[in-house]
């Protein structure tokens, strides 16, 4: 059982669980996450902390919205994880979601990446990809 501020408690067996061997950026403790459906329908998700009940973050998947996006660099920046050569990738960006009129925005440039099999990941930096830290969600189409 997964005790979330947000979410109240959440039943998410040991299996669905993400393993950040070196944490989030600016939360070394966060180590364990869970991905949570935001609502049917939405392409948004929630990374929520197995053991930091106050933290999620709002994600998306990188594919639905920049195809084109530098996947064969995140594989190689996510050495650090150990994943299989052939283990199929889940990419994702964290999302800044403010109240209206701002506009919701995603950080390409530190994505998450997340080994499918092995349930391991890491955010990366893409230095030189030409990725901003915040994207303009509706610019984000391609």
């Not at 299996?15 to 869970?34: C, E, N, T, Y």
């Not at 929520?48 to 973050?57: K, N």
């Amino acid at each position: 059982m997964i005790h979330s501020t947000r979410f109240g408690d959440i039943d998410a067996p040991e299996s669905q669980h993400i393993r950040f061997p070196l944490g989030i950026p600016g939360f070394p403790d966060a180590k364990g996450f869970v991905l949570l459906e935001h609502r049917t329908g939405s392409r948004f998700r929630w990374l929520q902390a197995v053991d930091v009940p106050a933290l999620s973050f709002v994600v998306i998947d990188v594919s639905t919205v920049l195809p084109d996006f530098p996947f064969a660099e995140v594989r190689r920046s996510l050495a650090c994880c150990d994943l299989e050569p052939d283990e199929e990738l889940a990419v994702l960006a964290i999302c800044r979601i403010p109240s209206p009129p701002e506009e919701a925005t995603a950080n390409f440039q530190a994505p998450i990446g997340i080994g499918l099999r092995s349930r391991r990941g890491a955010q990366i930096l893409l230095h030189n990809a030409g990725l901003d830290m915040h994207t303009p969600l509706h610019l984000a189409r391609r």
